[in-house]
C-alpha cells in the first residue's frame, strides 16, 4: 500500500464504528485489490458505497466523502 492509500485507509478506519471495523477493513482490501488489477468499475462502486456509508459513523460520513473524492481525482 503507497503512503497516500495508507493515509486514505487510516483516515477512514478512524471514522467506522467500532462494530464494523473488521466488515471496513475486508471491503477496502477488496476494493485496494480491485483497483491494483484495473477492475475497479463504476458498477462495483455503485454497489459497495452504500454498504462503506453505513459502515461509518454517521457525522463522519461527509467528511469522508469529501477526503475520498478529492483522493480518487488525485488520480
Not at 486514505?8 to 478506519?13: A, G, H, P, S, T
Not at 459502515?55 to 478529492?70: G, H, I, Q, R
Request: hydrophobic share 40%.
Amino acid at each position: 500500500m503507497k503512503a497516500d492509500e495508507k493515509k486514505v485507509y487510516d483516515f477512514i478506519m478512524d471514522r467506522t464504528k467500532a462494530s464494523h471495523q473488521e466488515d471496513m477493513k475486508q471491503l477496502l482490501a477488496e476494493l485496494m485489490e480491485r483497483r491494483s488489477t484495473d477492475k475497479l468499475d463504476k458498477m462495483y462502486l455503485m454497489s459497495v458505497v452504500p454498504r462503506a456509508l453505513s459502515y461509518l459513523d454517521p457525522d463522519a460520513v461527509n467528511e469522508v466523502k469529501k477526503v475520498v473524492s478529492e483522493f480518487t481525482a488525485k488520480r
